[in-house]
């Protein structure tokens, strides 16, 4: 199956933070306040949240899971994307033929369910063949636990080569793309990814779809960062550029009367090639947010404005 032919909501709902910075009740609110709005997309993968001390990695697919569980029948309306292929230890890393084939089933079993929607390789693996990868990614979807693959952080160069070796070797092809795209991370897809996409027609997806929550508009300036989970990863941002940007995404908020958020989120909708953005709430407030995000329609002058103030470098 091509990843077109999965239902898609216009916005897919991020689950890094579930058991992260929001506790499983809240999570499993989240996510039903989600669905209920028709946001039947969901987003994760084995690593999250590996990086959190104690946890082995699972925790957001395992309240995925148990929130499936206790809705009977709502699988089917349910586009699950999950990946595989990030280091959770050692041992269970990388894109081999043994670790996918273990990965998949422990997300299966952490999931709660019998069949993945969209796959994804989460980072490429040098050290093993795409045929390896791109054979058992072959098996996994003729036994139905997967219905389509896609790949996540790969270089043009990588995807031309797992193309290649799917079209001479009458393999799948990765038939989606994840990126990281948004408005101050321009120069990445748009002079290495894109092209390909468009040419062999891939569902785009983005993550890092707000840069972290510097795109909110609710971090001014560094002190903004104390206490916060992303600190590291947002000081970047806070450049001239990223200044501009800010200032732009609340010229076009006013106007619009939406929060910069909402704003950062239509203009990545109205890009040419993507399919929909990733993005997580962690309260039920951001979640309203996420929604009414996915109705605002921007001006030619708006995306002209925003366009002006985040040209790449």
Same mark, same amino acid.
């Given at each position: 199956?091509?990843?077109?032919?999965?239902? +898609?909501?216009?916005?897919?709902?991020?689950?890094?933070?579930?058991?992260?910075?929001?506790?499983?009740?809240?999570?499993?609110?989240?996510? %039903?306040?989600?669905?209920?709005?028709? +946001?039947?997309?969901?987003?994760?993968?084995?690593? @999250?949240?590996?990086?959190?001390?104690?946890?082995?990695?699972?925790? #957001?697919?395992? !309240? !995925?899971?148990?929130?499936?569980?206790?809705?009977?029948?709502?699988?089917?309306?349910?586009?699950?994307?999950?990946?595989?292929?990030?280091?959770?230890?050692?041992?269970? $890393?990388?894109?081999?033929? $043994?670790?996918?084939?273990?990965?998949?089933? =422990?997300? +299966?079993?952490?999931?709660?369910?019998?069949?993945?929607?969209? @796959?994804? #390789?989460?980072?490429?693996?040098?050290?093993?063949?795409?045929?390896?990868?791109?054979?058992?990614?072959?098996?996994?979807?003729? #036994?139905?636990?997967?219905? &389509?693959?896609?790949? #996540?952080?790969?270089?043009?160069?990588?995807?031309?080569?797992?193309?290649?070796?799917?079209?001479?070797? %009458?393999?799948?092809?990765?038939?989606?793309?994840?990126?990281?795209?948004?408005? @101050?991370?321009?120069?990445?897809?748009?002079?290495?990814?894109?092209?390909?996409?468009?040419?062999?027609?891939?569902?785009?997806?983005?993550?890092?779809?707000?840069?972290?929550?510097?795109?909110?508009?609710?971090?001014?300036?560094? !002190?903004?960062? &104390?206490?916060?989970?992303?600190?590291?990863?947002?000081?970047?941002?806070? =450049?001239?550029?990223?200044?501009?940007?800010?200032?732009?995404?609340?010229?076009?908020?006013?106007?619009?009367?939406?929060?910069?958020?909402?704003?950062?989120?239509?203009?990545?909708?109205?890009?040419?090639? !993507?399919?929909?953005?990733?993005?997580?709430?962690?309260?039920?407030?951001?979640?309203?947010?996420?929604?009414?995000?996915?109705? +605002?329609?921007?001006?030619?002058?708006?995306?002209?404005?925003? =366009?002006?103030?985040?040209?790449?470098?």
């Amino acid at each position: 199956m091509h990843a077109r032919d999965l239902e +898609l909501s216009p916005l897919i709902l991020g689950g890094n933070v579930f058991g992260w910075t929001v506790d499983e009740a809240t999570s499993r609110r989240l996510l %039903d306040a989600a669905f209920d709005a028709g +946001l039947k997309s969901i987003d994760t993968a084995d690593m @999250y949240s590996v990086w959190v001390p104690g946890h082995m990695g699972g925790e #957001s697919e395992a !309240i !995925i899971g148990r929130w499936l569980a206790s809705q009977p029948g709502r699988r089917a309306d349910v586009t699950l994307c999950t990946k595989v292929g990030a280091e959770l230890s050692a041992q269970r $890393r990388g894109l081999s033929r $043994r670790w996918i084939l273990q990965g998949v089933e =422990d997300s +299966l079993r952490r999931l709660r369910t019998d069949y993945i929607d969209l @796959y994804f #390789s989460h980072y490429p693996d040098d050290t093993t063949p795409h045929e390896e990868t791109l054979r058992t990614y072959e098996e996994l979807i003729a #036994s139905g636990k997967v219905r &389509a693959i896609g790949a #996540s952080n790969f270089s043009q160069a990588q995807l031309q080569a797992a193309e290649a070796t799917a079209r001479t070797s %009458d393999l799948p092809a990765y038939s989606a793309l994840q990126v990281q795209y948004n408005l @101050y991370d321009r120069a990445g897809h748009e002079a290495d990814t894109a092209a390909f996409a468009a040419q062999h027609g891939n569902v785009v997806v983005t993550y890092f779809s707000l840069a972290s929550g510097f795109l909110t508009g609710k971090y001014r300036q560094l !002190i903004d960062l &104390a206490g916060s989970a992303r600190g590291e990863d947002l000081e970047p941002y806070f =450049d001239a550029r990223g200044l501009a940007i800010l200032a732009a995404l609340d010229r076009v908020a006013a106007e619009a009367a939406a929060t910069p958020a909402e704003v950062a989120l239509a203009w990545l909708r109205q890009q040419p090639g !993507i399919t929909a953005p990733i993005a997580s709430a962690t309260s039920e407030r951001q979640l309203i947010s996420l929604v009414r995000a996915t109705q +605002l329609r921007l001006s030619t002058s708006q995306r002209a404005a925003l =366009d002006l103030a985040s040209q790449p470098l």
